[in-house]
């Protein structure tokens, strides 16, 4: 029987559900569908990448198009309200970003980053060349 309290579950259904976004599912789920085999949230890599690929030597991350400031994105654009707040976290959050892959970089790690946006159009398609992992983006529409 489950003998958790009701706010012990609904602490615990908070941190499923901030690891286990959609965008980072469906992009778990093309790579199971591709026969990748892939760690999770690995915690001994600088900013503990989301995915990660051992056997390819490469991590991924999945980007929150808003959260992390995605280019000339519809999904990134700032609220009317605060702007200069959130203007200046999505900054910093970029910045932070930058650095994590700079440091993967540096211990040999080949690094990607999702978008979200594309990952709900289903875009990416995963391929192994010369040892690391890389991906395609399907055309809109396809
Ligand atoms: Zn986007």
Same mark, same amino acid.
């Given at each position: 029987m489950d003998n958790k309290t009701k706010e012990q579950r609904s602490q615990n259904m908070a941190a499923v559900k901030a690891k286990n976004t959609k965008p980072e599912l469906l992009v778990r789920k093309t790579l199971s569908c591709q026969g990748l085999r892939y760690r999770l949230n690995?915690?001994? #890599?600088?900013?503990?990448?989301?995915?990660? #690929?051992t056997k390819y030597k490469t991590v991924i991350f999945i980007n929150g198009c808003f959260w992390h400031g995605h280019?000339?994105?519809?999904?990134a654009i700032l609220p009317k309200t605060n702007t200069d707040f959130w203007k200046k976290k999505i900054e910093t959050t970029k910045i932070r970003d930058k650095k994590r892959i700079k440091e993967l970089k540096n211990l040999g790690w080949h690094c990607l980053v999702c978008w979200e946006c594309a990952i709900l159009h289903n875009r990416y398609i995963f391929y192994i060349d010369n040892g690391y992992l890389y991906y395609s983006i399907r055309k809109k529409g396809f």
């Open positions: 690995v915690k001994n #890599l600088p900013g503990s990448p989301d995915i990660v #690929l280019n000339k994105c519809k999904k």
